[in-house]
């Protein structure tokens, strides 16, 4: 039964990473998962049997989510965008609390006052100054893209890692959002009609890209995990500081002008649900 859930966190995590201004890491702090998880990545050398035995579950989560959910997550925002993006705010809402929890018997200190402030201003200022519409169509192979999905990738790795912080909003800013998400898509209609050579040509963008992801999660978790060993209680405000601002980085963008009663309705409800799934998961 706890494989089964640590799958359903999988899945949630992966859909948060393909959600603009949504983060997977935020969504694993919000379900109580996060220290197990970066802790578990880096000891994978150290430890690695009940390492891979940890991240498994999530693993296979994440892919559902990521290639699986790709097709739906793009269904929704198309068709119901509001109601979807409230779902995730819900989400990320709910799982506050447990943040909360991992430091309300601390005494509160400047130090903690500055990575709180300092966080909330990286995102605040990421979303209102960064954003441009510069969508790129499709990208060419070469040695200079194999680099260049080496890189997106390893940004992207901070979705998944740093709470808060979004890497499919930066892929958004870069202009390179639409392509990975259309690629992957590619990648799995064309792996299911077992159409090869369309799966060759999407993997062309993929491997490299999922090669920086790799790298970046290592990367990231290791500063992440020495932060959290050193700085315990600033990193955790930090962490609340990218939670607490990063729904301003989701709803921004949203096109409320002219919401329907309906629409309303069925936003406070999705909202409902997500906040409520959160709060379960992080039990």
């Known amino acids: 039964m706890d494989f089964i859930k640590d799958v359903l966190r999988g899945v949630l995590i992966g859909v948060a990473n393909v959600i603009p201004g949504v983060s997977g890491g935020t969504i694993a702090v919000s379900m109580g998962i996060?220290?197990?998880?970066?802790s578990a990545i880096n000891n994978l050398r150290k430890d690695f049997k009940n390492s891979v035995m940890t991240l498994l579950p999530y693993v296979i989560g994440i892919v559902v989510g990521v290639l699986g959910l790709a097709f739906l997550i793009e269904?929704?925002?198309e068709k119901f965008q509001i109601p979807t993006v409230m779902a995730f705010l819900g989400l990320i809402l709910g799982g506050l609390p447990a943040i909360i929890k991992k430091v309300e018997n601390e005494k509160f200190k400047?130090?903690?006052l500055i990575s709180f402030v300092l966080l909330v201003s990286?995102?605040?200022?990421t979303t209102f100054f960064t954003a441009g519409d510069n969508a790129v169509t499709e990208i060419s192979f070469g040695v200079g893209s194999i680099l260049l999905m080496f890189v997106l990738g390893f940004i992207s790795a901070g979705t998944m890692v740093v709470p808060g912080v979004s890497g499919s909003m930066v892929l958004m800013m870069l202009g390179y959002y639409e392509v990975i998400i259309q690629t992957i898509n590619q990648f799995v209609k064309s792996l299911?009609?077992?159409?090869?050579?369309e799966v060759l040509t999407a993997m062309k963008i993929l491997v490299p890209f999922g090669i920086g992801v790799l790298v970046g999660i290592f990367v990231i978790a290791k500063i992440i995990e020495f932060l959290l060993r050193k700085y315990p209680n600033a990193t955790y405000w930090g962490i609340i500081g990218l939670v607490v601002a990063s729904p301003v980085a989701i709803l921004l963008p949203v096109p409320f002008a002219g919401i329907t009663l309906g629409t309303a309705i069925a936003s406070v409800i999705t909202f409902a649900v997500g906040f409520f799934a959160a709060m379960k998961l992080s039990e």
């Open 34 to 38: 996060y220290d197990k998880v970066v």
């Open 75 to 77: 269904m929704l925002f």
């Open 110 to 112: 400047v130090t903690h």
């Open 122 to 125: 990286l995102i605040l200022f």
């Open 192 to 197: 299911l009609a077992f159409h090869m050579a």
